[in-house]
């Protein structure tokens, strides 16, 4: 990644969640920093300098994380080898819900709101191969292969689109809802696990929504769509109750996730009324 990750440097051994912590660890997670730029005690006094028209650009560390799965052993290099060249795209999302995790915790237990999880189009480069276990904690391998992932083409009326709306959110006339941030925190929770916080979540922003929507210019063509949300006030404040007493049913995980996508489906109908 084109940035120090955020925890230290170091191994950490993960569980699947909902093991015991006596269960067999399913990942080791090794993060290194790479390329730091050299640390100097600030003096109390900088000296003054004369900035450049045009500086030249300041070396940046980047961040490196290895995820093992150390869930179990290949029997053969023909297998290892069989799995390497099957990997792709799926194996490498699984792995990143594994460093995701593993950051949501950094974020957590340092209170540090501004930590964030990364994405697959933020990576610098990535490889997937096979090892023995000092080698691949080391970032080595004994195979490997570097893993590139084309750009989907895109119509240009969907790639504007965002572009125009953001002129007119910046320069006043268009406003960015409160539902439309507290909708996005509960598809960030909701794709990555955090099944009790997304129901939390999504009943704030399915209020906020049935408090702003209504008095939007698009009202008017979002007449079914706010109908449909206020169908799910009731069934979302069960599934909040249960999030705060423990666990999600099946049922209530999946009313979590169906309202999520019906705000998401309002919010774009108003981005296009909107246009």
Not at 89 to 114: I, M, Q, S
Request: aromatic residues 4%; hydrophobic residues 45%; proline residues 6%.
């Amino acid at each position: 990644m084109p940035w120090a990750l955020g925890p230290p440097d170091g191994r950490y051994l993960l569980r699947r969640p909902g093991d015991p912590p006596a269960a067999t660890p399913s990942h080791v997670l090794v993060i290194a920093t790479l390329g730091a730029p050299e640390r100097r005690r600030l003096t109390a006094v900088r000296k003054k300098r004369e900035a450049q028209p045009e500086p030249e650009p300041i070396p940046v560390a980047t961040g490196r994380a290895t995820i093992i799965d150390v869930a179990g052993e290949f029997a053969s290099v023909a297998e290892a080898q069989a799995w390497l060249a099957g990997a792709g795209e799926e194996r490498l999302n699984a792995d990143l819900a594994v460093l995701n995790r593993a950051l949501h915790a950094f974020r957590v237990v340092t209170a540090d709101p501004y930590q964030n999880v990364v994405s697959l189009r933020q990576t610098l480069v990535v490889r997937v191969g096979y090892g023995a276990g000092e080698q691949v904690a080391d970032g080595l391998w004994t195979e490997a292969r570097e893993l590139v992932f084309s750009a989907r083409r895109r119509r240009r009326a969907t790639v504007l689109a965002p572009q125009a709306r953001l002129a007119a959110v910046l320069n006043g006339r268009d406003r960015a809802l409160a539902c439309e941030e507290l909708t996005l925190r509960a598809r960030l929770d909701l794709d990555h696990g955090r099944e009790r916080e997304a129901a939390l979540q999504v009943l704030i922003a399915l209020d906020a929504a049935l408090a702003e929507l209504p008095g939007d210019a698009a009202a008017a063509t979002l007449g079914e769509r706010l109908a449909e949300l206020r169908g799910q006030r009731d069934p979302i404040t069960v599934a909040a109750q249960s999030a705060l007493a423990g666990t999600l049913s099946p049922e209530e995980h999946a009313c979590v996730a169906f309202t999520v996508g019906r705000i998401e489906a309002a919010l774009r109908a108003r981005a296009v009324a909107s246009a």
